[in-house]
């Protein structure tokens, strides 16, 4: 941290140092116990300066020969130092430049081996001050090769005293924020250190056979690490000691999502006893069998929902895996229960679609579907919510309307949310407390690697719907340079004409690789920061929806995106299922749950921009009927290598499993962890990917909670304090 010298000179009050010290998380002493180094400083060394690698952080140990305040460009102090290392001839004769900036100086600079330029661009007087000549300086550093020869800028210095030794302990260098120097951190740190309980809470026992070290030696270490540790292990984080506390932060995680799970299990709710009346008369009505894996799940689920305690199931399968019929069967437990069931989807699209596809399966089984958005008129809607409230109205489908204050049920048995990680915590939040005693599905088609579904999932039950139903012909996937547009034109052209319809879709506008459109509903459009995009990306649609109109005169060429008003955008919908429009420009509204089985092909532009999950999602979309399908990824040159490995996972995988590990090995688990948003504790220091880690966390989570509850309270009274709440969301 060059700056951290400059920043402690600042006067800090208590309250902003606390300040800053919250925003590194750090409240209390565990806290700080836990706030491990980014890495480390050797000061118990001191190298020669003609020793110095470029690049490479050393001390050293010099006299400052002068130092001024130059203009050039801007104000700043430079010094220029020397050791008794090198050729001392030029560097000494001082007298022959007229200061650093002077005349002769770059032709002693590049004779003398062993003089250093140090340069401050911001500095204190007492900085100044503390450069005089003859001054002997321990300095801290990275050389550059600078305009004026080999360069440290904003070098950690400290005068030295006659004195003084080198350190024993190699120099922690703490995650910071503007304004918190390392020195502050660092005493505040061992102030911590000193008086905190540093009591184990994993057993000898358990120690000894997970091979861990023990919590407070791994602590100590971490923060001051003796040199002859093994500095390698230490700073790649494979040492014992960070073993133990990605260990520790692992187990924590485990226990709080285990402990959420519990306290929601101890909460009644109405067990939905199954008659079997009307499952049955759906499946004997459905043109095809159940796949084995949605027999088990729907199994598994009419089993939790049985239970005079809430389910908390997650439903998870690929696209197309056929999650809608394990959700209707589910659903129809709850009403022959004598309950209600709702079902919410993200947008109201992927509602609509709910909505057609249940009222065609349950109206004749003589059940009334009942629909609920925001975009209803508002005559239609409190009808709909009178109903609701009488209780008059068994299954309601819709958006996040259906969590608003307004709406009350009457006696809600089962709540499903699809793709429920779309949704903000606030509306999960809202959801949680009107199903609060009702049984509760969430359903994702996001694919998730197993580890992370262990560690982000803990508190739910998974089902995994991992087969899909017979009879879909695999979607080729093709990657195209953009250079060859024409051709993919024309292919469209051709599969329109033999009575296929396309899907074309549009480019994300760049926003750190964010879709503008993904994460926002309509109806949040225009509240949200992010509206600047949405309607950067609105213009890049009807661009390229021009472009194809003319590219395609004899095909009709239709327009979908979330900036459309829902009525507008379902009769556009409407159209392409009745196939009145061949070639559908679209955002990514279309990412979930659309089916359009003759709809053949997809060519998504600049698919280096989407992430590999989207792309499978939006691949998902065709390959939906028998005929045989194609996605067409069209790529801009020049690819980068992360593009290039990323479009050929999609290209090499129709596996979403697969897909979405290969996306955590080149991405990290950043984007997975976005998916639940915040509310869950992020991990700092523990690699999820780390499946057998993981896996022992859980394991002794659960051995933990039953046998040794006062360790288990321990435990997370240090790793999470008081912010245990935030991760009930
Ligand atoms: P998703 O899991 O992506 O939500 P859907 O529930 O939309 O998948 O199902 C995709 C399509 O497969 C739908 O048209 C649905 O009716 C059909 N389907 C579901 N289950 C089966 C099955 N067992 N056999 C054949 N088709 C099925
Ligand atoms: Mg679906």
């Not at 800053?20 to 000061?43: N, S």
């Not at 304004?179 to 000898?204: K, Y």
């Not at 509204?589 to 280096?608: C, F, Q, R, T, Y």
């Not at 979309?621 to 996972?649: D, F």
């Amino acid at each position: 941290m060059p700056c951290s010298s400059l920043a402690e000179k600042q006067p800090a009050s208590a309250n902003t140092l606390a300040a800053r010290l919250a925003r590194l998380g750090l409240r209390t002493d565990a806290d700080h116990v836990l706030h491990l180094p980014l890495r480390y400083e050797d000061e118990t060394r001191i190298t020669a300066l003609c020793d110095a690698q470029p690049g490479i952080a050393a001390q050293f140990e010099v006299e400052v020969i002068d130092s001024e305040i130059a203009y050039r460009p801007r104000r700043q102090l430079l010094a220029r130092v020397r050791d008794a290392s090198g050729d001392n001839k030029h560097a000494g004769s001082s007298q022959v430049l007229d200061g650093p900036l002077g005349g002769g100086r770059r032709e002693a600079v590049s004779a003398a081996g062993a003089v250093l330029f140090l340069r401050f661009l911001n500095f204190y007087p007492s900085q100044q001050k503390a450069l005089q000549a003859g001054a002997r300086l321990r300095i801290f550093g990275e050389v550059h090769t600078g305009y004026l020869g080999p360069e440290i800028i904003h070098p950690r210095f400290h005068v030295v005293a006659s004195d003084e030794t080198l350190p024993q302990r190699l120099t922690p260098v703490y995650p910071t924020t503007a304004g918190l120097g390392q020195a502050t951190l660092r005493r505040l740190i061992a102030r911590a250190l000193a008086r905190t309980d540093m009591s184990d809470t994993l057993s000898p026992a358990l120690r000894e056979r997970l091979q861990l070290p023990e919590f407070s030696d791994a602590i100590q270490q971490l923060h001051n690490p003796p040199p002859e540790i093994a500095q390698e292990a230490l700073e790649s984080r494979h040492h014992p000691a960070w073993r133990r506390v990605q260990f520790d932060e692992l187990l924590a995680q485990q226990l709080s999502l285990r402990r959420a799970y519990s306290a929601r299990r101890a909460r009644g709710a109405p067990p939905l006893v199954a008659t079997t009346v009307l499952s049955s008369a759906l499946l004997a009505s459905l043109p095809f069998r159940l796949t084995g894996a949605q027999q088990r799940a729907w199994t598994e689920i009419a089993n939790d929902l049985g239970q005079p305690h809430p389910m908390q199931r997650l439903l998870q399968g690929d696209v197309g895996s056929g999650k809608t019929v394990v959700a209707a069967l589910a659903m129809l437990q709850a009403v022959e229960a004598g309950h209600q069931a709702a079902l919410m989807a993200p947008t109201e699209i992927l509602a609509e679609q709910h909505y057609r596809k249940l009222v065609t399966w349950l109206q004749p089984l003589g059940l009334d579907v009942a629909w609920l958005t925001g975009s209803l008129k508002k005559r239609e809607k409190e009808a709909v919510i009178a109903k609701v409230g009488a209780g008059e109205t068994a299954i309601v489908i819709g958006t996040h309307a259906l969590i608003e204050d307004k709406v009350e049920f009457s006696r809600l048995g089962l709540a499903i949310v699809d793709e429920q990680h779309r949704f903000g915590v606030r509306q999960r939040l809202a959801l949680k407390e009107k199903g609060l005693f009702a049984h509760q599905l969430a359903m994702s088609a996001t694919p998730i690697p197993r580890t992370l579904a262990m560690s982000y999932y803990a508190d739910l039950d998974v089902s995994v719907l991992d087969e899909l139903p017979p009879g879909r012909s695999p979607v080729t996937t093709k990657l195209v340079s953009e250079a060859r547009r024409d051709q993919i034109v024309a292919r469209v052209h051709e599969a329109c004409r033999a009575g296929r319809q396309a899907y074309w879709v549009c480019p994300l506008i760049e926003e750190n690789g964010v879709s503008a459109e993904a994460n926002v509903s309509v109806a949040n459009l225009k509240r949200s920061g992010r509206s600047q995009n949405a309607v950067l990306q609105l213009k890049t649609a009807e661009e390229t929806f021009a472009r194809l109109t003319a590219d395609l005169p004899d095909l009709c060429v239709g327009l979908v995106h979330g900036r459309l008003k829902s009525d507008e955008k379902a009769a556009v919908m409407a159209a392409f299922v009745r196939n009145e429009i061949d070639v559908l420009v679209a955002t990514t509204v279309i990412e979930v749950g659309v089916d359009v089985p003759n709809a053949s092909l997809m060519v998504i532009e600049h698919a280096e921009r989407f992430g590999l999950a989207q792309l499978h999602q939006l691949r998902g979309r065709v390959g939906r009927g028998t005929a045989q399908s194609a996605c067409i990824l069209l790529y801009a040159q020049p690819l980068g290598e992360l593009a290039r490995a990323r479009l050929k996972v999609v290209f090499e995988s129709t596996d979403g499993f697969e897909i979405a590990r290969e996306d955590l090995r080149l991405r990290g688990p950043g984007e997975f962890i976005g998916a639940r948003q915040s509310g869950l504790p992020l991990l700092r220091y523990a690699d999820l990917e780390d499946a057998a880690l993981v896996e022992q966390a859980r394991g002794v989570a659960e051995d933990m909670l039953r046998e040794e509850p006062q360790r288990a309270e321990a435990h997370l009274k240090r790793w999470l304090g008081g912010r245990e709440e935030l991760l009930k969301a």
